[in-house]
Structure formats: structure tokens, C-alpha cells
């Protein structure tokens, strides 16, 4: 199936006064329609200046963006402005206009593109029950809560019909419980019409809470790409397991060379393997860290042991672990 958006050795530098910044650096990407695609990154990473590149924001310094099978970068401006119209945008502060009106805000789109005032208003009402409001439809943005002011900003996009919804840190400004509920309304969305959505983010929360695939940005280059429980249960860059091991550094004052870290997800979480571990060899085992975290719906524990100094049962406990059909990668370096 061709990707909805092919990102093809993209590059992006900023000329500033005394030197140049590259904010990405030879990025390559697939995006498949009907995805949920999360880019991760710590502040500064790039994640941000990419997004921007997808719709031409910001214009590549080389490099290419295809979407829906159009280089964007070959297009003359009038193509330009209507393959836009397929990419719809929503911010972390919302770009609602003050002076309007709920219902007035979502009617904006359609008024640009001539649709008459009726059959726009209509066409409003249904996109505000969709994402909850409608009883806010004379309501202006001053009245409404942060999570109605990004529920707003959503139906406003669904006005233009887009096949591509692209989330620039949507959630930050938000407290936990109403993230997760935009963030289920942005998943009902893809899944109800289709809409191929790609979220920038800084929080691997977001990610493991509604995204298929993601791609980790660190310092302008792409660091590792996949579905997001490939990369949970076996991150293979130092930039990916700095995201995923979040919350371990609570633990490096334990003492002890052999430590190891297991994920499992529902389907092998029914057996007591650690439990069952220890009787076998009748040795105990330190469990440093333990968690789960919902991927995708599905549940996946993770759990960071610390094994025996004893080298060759240390090596019968990995193998016991492997065989039991857990994930399993040797912590180096991580305590002691």
C-alpha cells in the first residue's frame, strides 16, 4: 500500500545571524493511510519544524514531501493551497477566534470556500455533536474550558474534510484527565472517517495511549522508527529506551551488576513466571521497577529485575525468562 505521506531525506536549516541551524537532518519516513503516528522528541529535537514541513509551513532546504502521491515542493501555489485543504491542523493554544462565536468559529473553513451560510451552519452543528458541544454553539471561546476550546478546534478542522489530521503537542496544555479524553475523540475520529492522523508530541504517555506507529526525533535526526509495542518491548537506540525507561532513575541507588528488564503483554501476563522462577532455582530475585502500560488497548507490563551476582545463574535465569516467552534485554551499567 503507498504511504499517505513519504518524507524522503529531508533536511531543514535555519540561516541565523552568527551561524546555521540544521533542525533536521536527513529524515526519512513512511506514514501509512489510517494511522495514528506519533513523533516523539525532547524540546528542540526537530519534531515540531517537521510537522510544519508536511503541509509546507516550513520549506524544506532539500529533500521531499510527498503527500497523497504530490511532491508538495513541485506544486504551484494555487496546487498548493488545494492539497492543504486535505491537511487539517489543530495547536496546543487552540488559534480559536475570540471574537466569534463556537459555532461561528467552525463555519470559518466553510465560509473561505464559499459554502452559504445555511447549509454551513447546518454542517457546523454536526461536526460540534460529533465532538460533544453542540450545546455550546453560542458560546464564545472565553467561556469554555481548555479540553472545549481543543474539542472547538477539532470540529473547526473536520469542517474541511481533511484525509490527514496533524496534532502539534494538542494535549500539553492540558491536565491529564481531559487529554485523555481528547485523545480518545482524535481515535473515534480516525477510526469513524478514516482520517490519518499524526500526533508531535514530547510525552511517550500520548503515544502508548493512541498511536500505531511512532518515530523518535532526537536532535534533528531520525533516532528509530516502528509500531509502538515493537519499540516498547525492544528499543534499540539509547534515544528511544531514554523515553521508554522514564521513571527507572528512581532506582539506580540499588546495588548489583546483573539486571534485566522484561515486557510481556496480556497474552503472556497469565502465568507467575517470576514467581514460579524462583522456585525453580530457589533463588529469590529484586524486582527494582514494575509497571503497565496500555498500548493500542492492549495491556503490556514491563519490569526491571535485578538478578544474582552469580554469573551462571544469573545466564539460567535470562534463558528461563526467554524460553517463557517474555522480552528480555540485559541492563548494562544500570545500577551499581
Do not use: W
Amino acid at each position: 500500500m503507498e504511504p499517505i505521506i513519504k518524507i524522503e531525506h529531508l533536511n531543514k536549516e535555519f540561516k541565523l545571524k552568527d551561524a546555521n541551524v540544521y533542525a533536521l537532518q536527513d529524515v526519512t519516513l513512511d506514514i501509512n493511510r489510517g494511522d495514528i503516528y506519533g513523533i516523539i522528541g525532547m524540546s528542540g529535537a526537530g519534531k515540531s519544524t517537521l510537522v510544519r514541513c508536511l503541509n509546507l509551513l516550513e520549506r524544506p532546504t532539500s529533500g521531499s514531501v510527498i503527500v497523497n502521491g504530490q511532491e508538495l515542493q513541485k506544486l504551484s501555489d494555487k496546487e498548493l493551497r488545494a492539497a492543504r485543504k486535505d491537511i487539517g491542523m489543530i495547536f496546543q493554544h487552540f488559534n480559536l477566534l475570540m471574537q466569534r462565536s463556537v459555532i461561528d468559529n467552525v463555519c470559518f473553513p466553510m465560509e473561505l470556500d464559499g459554502v452559504k451560510k445555511t447549509e454551513a451552519r447546518s454542517r457546523a452543528m454536526e461536526y460540534l455533536k460529533i465532538v460533544g458541544l453542540e450545546e455550546k454553539a453560542n458560546a464564545y471561546p472565553a467561556q469554555l474550558s481548555g479540553g472545549q476550546k481543543q474539542r472547538v478546534a477539532i470540529a473547526r478542522v473536520l469542517a474541511s474534510d481533511p484525509k490527514i489530521l496533524l496534532c502539534d503537542e494538542a494535549t500539553s496544555a492540558l491536565d491529564p484527565q481531559t487529554t485523555k479524553s481528547i485523545l480518545q475523540l482524535i481515535r473515534e475520529i480516525n477510526r469513524e472517517y478514516g482520517i490519518t492522523v499524526v500526533i508531535i508530541t514530547h510525552e511517550m504517555s500520548v503515544v502508548q495511549e493512541i498511536c500505531t506507529h511512532v518515530a523518535i526525533i532526537d536532535h534533528g535526526r531520525l533516532a528509530e522508527h516502528g509500531s509502538v509495542a515493537q519499540i516498547f518491548q525492544t528499543p534499540q537506540t539509547k534515544e528511544a529506551k531514554k523515553l521508554i525507561y522514564q521513571g527507572y532513575e528512581k532506582v539506580t541507588e540499588m546495588k548489583g551488576r546483573h539486571c534485566v528488564r522484561i515486557t510481556f503483554s496480556e497474552n503472556s501476563s497469565f502465568e507467575p513466571v517470576i514467581g514460579n522462577m524462583v522456585l525453580a532455582y530457589k533463588t529469590p530475585v529484586n524486582i527494582l521497577y514494575a509497571n503497565t502500560r496500555d498500548i493500542g488497548g492492549v495491556a503490556n507490563g514491563e519490569m526491571v529485575l535485578q538478578l544474582p551476582d552469580d554469573r551462571d545463574m544469573a545466564d539460567r535465569m535470562i534463558s528461563y525468562l526467554k524460553n517463557a516467552k517474555l522480552s528480555v534485554e540485559e541492563l548494562k551499567n544500570y545500577v551499581g
